[in-house]
């Protein structure tokens, strides 16, 4: 079963959606509750201020996600260091995953990026996980020239998942957030594998805010390990 860290900023009641909540039934998840804390302001002091609200959020969002049919666990942090703690929990756990909330209320159909050189079978093993006997399209996205679109399908084929391929245009910017951006509307949730330089300054960093104005749905980032 994949290992799931589900962030969330639990006192501005960022919620899961209902196709979120679907998609991460048949997964252990760890949903990271967090309060970004101010600067000065000690998280001892927030704690005590905003604790039980914040714990209560969480429970609610955990027994959500339970009633579904996921394992669950929780964790509460007040901290001013919010990539580094989601990236040191990432480690703690040895999380599969990470995922950005977004927004979809059904999956239907999930856009798989290609950026740097991520771990073609791990990134495959995931996404036939996540929509193993689910109706869900698949379309990958390869946005390496050196990767071409056979070694990407191919690599999903072998782990059991048919899926067709998006070319990327030529555009302004012409980067990877950009062309993600450009098609991201388009689909129900992303699935991409771990780029370079870090995880969490992608999905909580320049992705999230380049595309978040896309009405992008889940952002999940498979994680590289050595």
Same mark, same amino acid.
């Given at each position: 079963?994949?290992?799931?860290?589900?962030?969330?900023?639990?006192?501005?009641?960022?919620?899961?959606?209902?196709?979120?909540?679907?998609?991460?039934?048949?997964?252990?998840?760890?949903?990271?509750?967090?309060?970004?804390?101010?600067?000065?302001?000690?998280?001892?002091?927030?704690?005590?201020?905003?604790?039980?609200?914040?714990?209560?959020?969480?429970?609610?969002?955990?027994?959500?996600?339970?009633?579904?049919?996921?394992?669950?666990?929780?964790?509460?942090?007040? %901290?001013?260091?919010?990539?580094?703690?989601?990236?040191?929990?990432?480690?703690?756990?040895?999380?599969?995953?990470?995922?950005?909330?977004?927004?979809?209320?059904?999956?239907? &159909?999930?856009?798989?990026?290609? #950026?740097?050189?991520? &771990?073609?079978?791990?990134?495959?093993?995931?996404?036939?996980?996540?929509?193993?006997?689910?109706?869900?399209?698949?379309?990958?996205?390869?946005?390496?020239? &050196?990767? %071409?679109?056979?070694?990407?399908?191919?690599?999903?084929? &072998?782990?059991?998942?048919?899926?067709?391929?998006?070319?990327?245009?030529?555009?302004?910017?012409?980067?990877?957030?950009?062309?993600?951006?450009?098609?991201?509307?388009?689909?129900?949730?992303?699935?991409?594998?771990?780029?370079?330089?870090?995880?969490?300054?992608?999905?909580?960093?320049?992705?999230?805010?380049?595309?978040? %104005?896309?009405?992008?749905?889940?952002?999940?980032? #498979?994680?590289?390990?050595?």
């Amino acid at each position: 079963m994949r290992k799931i860290l589900l962030p969330l900023r639990v006192l501005e009641d960022e919620s899961l959606s209902a196709g979120l909540v679907h998609l991460l039934a048949p997964t252990d998840v760890l949903v990271l509750g967090y309060y970004r804390v101010p600067d000065q302001t000690p998280p001892g002091a927030a704690r005590e201020q905003f604790g039980d609200r914040a714990q209560k959020r969480l429970d609610d969002v955990a027994a959500a996600l339970r009633d579904a049919g996921a394992i669950v666990e929780t964790r509460m942090v007040f %901290t001013g260091e919010v990539e580094q703690t989601i990236a040191r929990t990432a480690d703690e756990v040895d999380a599969d995953a990470v995922v950005h909330p977004g927004a979809a209320m059904q999956v239907e &159909d999930v856009l798989v990026p290609i #950026v740097g050189k991520p &771990d073609l079978e791990k990134l495959a093993g995931f996404v036939a996980a996540l929509v193993a006997e689910r109706d869900i399209d698949v379309t990958t996205f390869a946005l390496d020239e &050196d990767l %071409t679109p056979e070694a990407v399908t191919t690599a999903l084929a &072998d782990a059991g998942v048919d899926a067709e391929h998006l070319t990327a245009a030529e555009g302004p910017g012409g980067g990877p957030v950009d062309a993600i951006a450009a098609v991201a509307a388009e689909y129900d949730a992303i699935v991409m594998g771990e780029p370079q330089p870090s995880l969490t300054e992608w999905v909580f960093g320049e992705l999230e805010d380049r595309v978040a %104005t896309e009405a992008l749905g889940p952002v999940f980032v #498979v994680r590289a390990r050595e």
